[in-house]
């Protein structure tokens, strides 16, 4: 053989063998699950971060949630004689650490979080949204857990029982959850929970396991004591969220619910010409109950407008025709008149949890710059304040187009129009709705009385959040809270591509497409070419002998 076609078969070894390696490598990847602790800070560590009030103190980049109480579905006080009343409270939330050395650890190691409660019941606890996870990412979360619950200080503190134990208790229903779409309401459907335990005196290991939908999930701690002791206490210390696999991507659109603090809601006849405001209502719920739209409901009740104050025992028309424009409406009854578009809040309005007023040195300092309140409020302190509302605190609400999802409103992303703000106290008698139209925000509620407030979001359905959609906070005269919601296009998961075969003659096989057996497939092909180049050597040495 020529000496010239031994080098082309030598030739033809380098190059086979350098296409065999890549096909190798290949086939070594596959997709790998996330791994590590997602979670920031797990151990519920200091420092814990005051949430606007002087008895809410949570572990760092951890938030509370909690039932507030309306007074009917979830009563503060009880008749005498009444055994299946349970008054509700919000729980003081606030770190465990120092404890006394006389009863049970109540902590692993360092701080744990706390919250509970005297002589009330409540349902309440702490969550994390854990962004920049992978679709599909098998998930699983975990906590300790542990109640103390103790009806007479003579049996947890005194001689009847042990120094420091729960007694004569009740349960703790304590449980943990993940919402997989990444919802932060507690009582979304799409909560994955554990079972429930009554960790007493103890710490527990807690656990459940959910599939990402998208790329954020919310973990969730609940407790919901069953009787109104004079100890209800909580504890939680080292939690995790780790990935255990990588399953199949959704194909579907991650299914969102509305976030916030739960509400009752009340039975409506679906023939009625006029509802009665109870605690909790809004403008939109009760517009969305009736098959209405916000605006629709407005031209039943031309005395209302999307910042009116709607107050317990309001009568609302919520069928009929419109009044023609400028023609007088009569109110359904004097004791309930509706209040005009600038209400003056009664002074004797307040929450029914007890609130420290925050020292200004407790505000953020006020600065030049825009404040923004993405994924937590802000407190500011207002750099003036117009004698008319000086003993009033401004509640300023916003949304944007998170183009770079980075949580902070960047000079080049718009406004968003058509996101639903509704503000209510804690004792569900001030609450107040607004629309964004994406032109004129900021927009700042400047006559609410001071006190405890939660604020939740209704998004266009074509748009998700990017930063937190519910908050809780104090309001307290000479202050400012200024709320900016980050936004982005709901847009449907992209189904991954199928690699298109390369046009080969009819009576070729096809080509496979990306699957289970591709990496078989890659070896053999990869072992056909090492087998070629492996003749071609062969017969390149032997016609060098010759």
């Keep these: 053989m020529p000496r010239s076609i031994s080098r082309l078969l030598i030739l033809i070894l380098i190059v086979a063998l350098a296409a065999a390696g890549p096909i190798g490598l290949v086939v070594a990847r596959s997709v790998q699950p996330q791994s590590g602790e997602l979670l920031l800070n797990p151990g519920f560590d200091d420092p814990f971060v005051q949430e606007g009030s002087a008895d ?5 980049s951890w938030q509370a949630w909690y039932v507030v109480p309306d007074g009917i579905t979830y009563p503060t006080k009880c008749a005498g004689g009444d055994a299946t009343c349970k008054p509700y409270q919000i729980p003081v939330y606030h770190p465990s650490q120092p404890q006394n050395a006389k009863v049970p650890p109540r902590a692993i190691a360092g701080n744990s979080q706390q919250w509970g409660a005297l002589y009330a019941v409540y349902v309440a606890g702490v969550y994390q949204q854990v962004s920049n996870i992978t679709p599909g990412t ?10 103390f619950n103790c009806d007479d200080d ?15 208790p009740g349960n703790m229903e304590m449980r943990v959850g993940i919402d997989p779409t990444g919802g932060t309401n507690a009582f979304a459907s799409t909560v994955v929970w554990s079972s429930f335990a009554n960790p007493l005196d103890a710490f527990v290991l807690q656990q459940v396991d959910a599939v990402a939908q998208g790329d954020k999930v919310t973990v969730f701690v ?13 504890y939680v210390d080292s939690a995790s969220l780790v990935a ?11 299914t969102t619910q509305a976030a916030g603090t739960p509400v009752p809601t009340s039975t409506i006849s679906p023939n009625a010409t006029t509802y009665t405001v109870v605690a909790g209502d809004t403008l939109s719920a009760i517009a969305q109950r009736y098959n209405l739209t916000l605006d629709q409901l407005l031209a039943l009740n031309p005395t209302l407008t999307r910042d009116s104050v709607i107050n317990v025992g309001q009568v609302i028309n919520v069928a009929g025709t419109p009044p023609t424009p400028g023609a007088t409406t009569k109110p359904a009854a004097t004791a309930t008149i509706a209040p005009t578009a600038t209400p003056q809040p009664s002074p004797t309005i307040a929450p029914t949890m007890t609130s420290t007023p925050v020292a200004a040195a407790t505000a953020a300092p006020a600065t030049t710059a825009p404040v923004t309140a993405t994924t937590s409020v802000t407190l500011i302190a207002p750099t003036s304040t117009p004698a008319t509302v000086a003993l009033s605190s401004g509640l300023c609400l916003q949304a944007f187009d998170d183009l770079n999802n980075n949580l902070t409103r960047d000079p080049n992303e718009a406004l ?5 703000f509704n503000v209510k106290s804690v004792d569900g008698k001030t609450s107040v709705d607004y629309t964004t139209d994406g032109k004129q925000e900021p927009h700042c509620f400047t006559t609410l009385p001071d006190g405890r407030y939660a604020v939740n979001t209704q998004l266009p359905a074509d748009r998700v959040a990017t930063t937190d959609s519910a908050w809780q906070m104090s309001l307290l005269a000479g202050t400012n809270v200024n709320i900016v919601l980050g936004t982005r296009p709901d847009a449907t998961p992209t189904v991954e591509p199928t690699l298109e075969p390369t046009p080969v003659p009819a009576t070729s096989a096809p080509m496979p ?3 289970s057996n591709a990496a078989p497939l890659a070896l053999l092909g990869g072992g056909v070419l090492i087998l070629f180049a492996g003749v071609a050597l062969f017969l390149g040495l032997r016609s060098r002998r010759k």
């Design 244 to 254: 255990t696999g990588q399953g199949a991507v959704p194909t579907g659109a991650p």
């Design 513 to 515: 497409t990306r699957s």
């Design 154 to 168: 003579r049996g947890c503190f005194g001689s009847a029982g042990r120094y420091g134990y729960s007694y004569e």
């Design 138 to 147: 098998q998930l699983r979360f975990s906590a300790y857990t542990q109640g």
């Design 416 to 420: 968003v129009a058509g996101v639903a």
């Design 56 to 60: 809410l103190f949570v572990a760092n």
């Design 222 to 234: 609940w407790s919901s004591p069953t009787f109104p002791e004079k100890h209800t206490e909580v």
